[in-house]
Nanobody, 123 residues
């Protein structure tokens, strides 16, 4: 059974940066597209960034475009999300997910999930 485990969340101030990591085990990491989602109790889960299996294609939600960067390291079986210029509205639980497609922007095509890491951005 594969596993995805996020780390790197925390409490920061507006304007700060954080880098989230997602360690993947039990899956052939380089074969699948991956993405980052976020969710709050007030908002439905949102797919905010995706990356193709070979990193040659990425997509971002408008809410994070220009501030967040998704990347992956096949040698480390790890997915990253670099978050810059954080805003209070970025406060959420961030979860990484794996798609069985080479790249997907369809949230319903993500079938394997981590447990999430909390990010809190204070004003």
């Amino acid at each position: 059974q594969g596993q995805l485990e996020e780390s790197g969340g925390g409490l920061v101030q507006a304007g700060d940066s954080l880098r989230l990591s997602c360690a993947v085990s039990g899956h052939t990491f380089s074969r699948y597209g991956m993405g980052w989602f976020r969710q709050t109790p007030q908002r439905a889960r949102e797919l905010i960034a995706t990356i193709a299996r070979d990193s040659d294609n990425t997509n971002y939600a408008n809410s994070v475009k220009g501030r967040f960067t998704i990347s992956r390291d096949a040698a480390k079986n790890t997915l990253y999300l670099q978050m810059n210029n954080l805003k209070p509205q970025d406060t959420a639980v961030y979860t990484c997910a794996l798609s069985l497609r080479e790249h997907s922007s369809d949230p319903y095509e993500y079938l394997y999930w981590g447990r999430g890491t909390q990010v809190i951005v204070s004003p």
